[in-house]
């Protein structure tokens, strides 16, 4: 289902002295982008279909790519005065390229952020519930119902075991 990533990065990110060293860069940049895509497509549809532990899966080969997509990404900003001259009409491609890239990426967080959200609207109701039901259900002196008091509350354990 998941690719591996194309290669490792490099340790320290250095500056594009050739074409043929931009032409490498660029293609391996363009391979990570897609094995990026691929990943984050899939994480998103998982998420949407609450299938959350299969999309935890993923996370190891994102990270991955996304440590290759920055360091390719960093030659390519420190070398930009170089790209400019060598290889004009790339650079534009890569740009609406990335533009396209970031939109995606947008989905996926809001996606990610609504699935964070209503895990975390459902384990307060949750928590509320039970803090309500182990509180003694008595009245106050103006004739209303009193509040669970928070020190009676219990803690709330999740078990990730299926």
Known sequence: MTSAPPSTPDPLPRPISSSLEAQDVIGHLAEV????????DQETELVRAGRLREAAKLE???SQLARLYVTD????RISRPYLAQAVPSVLTALRDRHRNFQG??????????????????????????IARKASPQTYGATGRANAPRPQLGQPLAVSRVS
């Open 104 to 129: 995606m990426l947008q989905t996926n967080l809001t996606v990610l952020a609504t699935a964070h959200a209503v895990s975390e609207g459902i384990m307060r109701g949750l928590s509320q519930e």
């Open 73 to 76: 990404a960093t030659r390519l």
């Open 33 to 40: 982008m897609d094995a990026l895509i691929n990943i984050v």
């Open 60 to 62: 190891p080969t994102k």
